[in-house]
């Protein structure tokens, strides 16, 4: 398998669960991202992460909370989320983190909060 | 700081004619530029980039971007759309920062009319 895998592809959660979105990456790359892509917003980088270690957290709401086991997986561990968290959830690597390579992306996790 | 704006929501075009998506940027250190597109229900796809190198800069699919500093703009254009071309596209500014922080415009849904 190639690239950035993101699962579950679709999530379907209540306020008062917790879930996890997960992503794997078989590039090779020492960076990682997670992005909220809400409609009618711009992308908004959440969370990075560089040789495992948290560089970045965009005033995330804690609710929120990455976990990067090693350079190759990446999670997005969720409770008590709200409505307005609906959204889709995209993961993204890249090589070095430096900002002239480019960032690869899964496919996303288009979440719902009920 | 950084920032990118891409000049109109929705682009129409009929199939054969020529794409032009606007994009114009902010940053305070020489940036690097990319443009991506996003189909449906999927993640988001490389286009092409500007690294410094070259300032005019071909992609996949026929798309190519021109790097202006003086008009701090990368627009993407096509020469012939074709259907397929119908997705969302994005540019984004990375503006020397680390760990390929990328800041993205809006989103441009182009529409292709047969």
């Known amino acids: 398998e190639t690239g950035v895998t993101q699962t579950p592809r679709h999530l379907v959660m209540g306020m008062t669960n917790k879930k996890s979105l997960k992503c794997e990456q078989h590039l090779g790359h020492n960076a990682m991202y997670w992005y909220k892509q809400s409609a009618k917003k711009p992308l908004e980088l959440m969370f990075v992460y560089s040789l495992e270690e948290r560089v970045e957290n965009n005033s995330v709401p804690s609710r929120f909370s990455p976990e990067c086991p090693n350079s190759s997986h990446l999670f997005l561990h969720l409770h008590t989320l709200q409505p307005e968290d609906s959204a889709l959830y995209l993961c993204?690597?890249?090589?070095?983190?430096?900002?002239?390579?480019?960032?690869?992306f899964g496919q996303g996790t288009r979440l719902t909060v009920v | 700081a950084q920032s990118v704006t891409q000049l109109g929501s929705h682009v129409s075009v009929s199939e054969g004619a020529l794409v032009l998506l606007r994009c114009n940027y902010s940053?305070?250190?020489?940036?690097?530029l990319f443009w991506y597109v996003q189909y449906p229900n999927q993640g988001l796809q490389l286009l092409l980039k500007?690294?410094?190198?070259?300032?005019l800069v071909k992609g996949i699919n026929g798309f190519e971007a021109e790097f202006k500093k003086s008009e701090t703009s990368f627009h993407l254009t096509k020469p012939s759309a074709h259907m397929s071309d119908a997705a969302e596209y994005f540019c984004a500014v990375n503006g020397g920062t680390s760990y390929g922080k990328l800041t993205f415009g809006q989103g441009t849904i182009l529409t292709v009319h047969p």
């Open positions: 940053s305070s250190v020489p940036p690097y």
């Open positions: 500007y690294t410094s190198a070259a300032t």
């Open positions: 993204a690597s890249s090589q070095d983190g430096q900002g002239r390579t480019e960032a690869f």
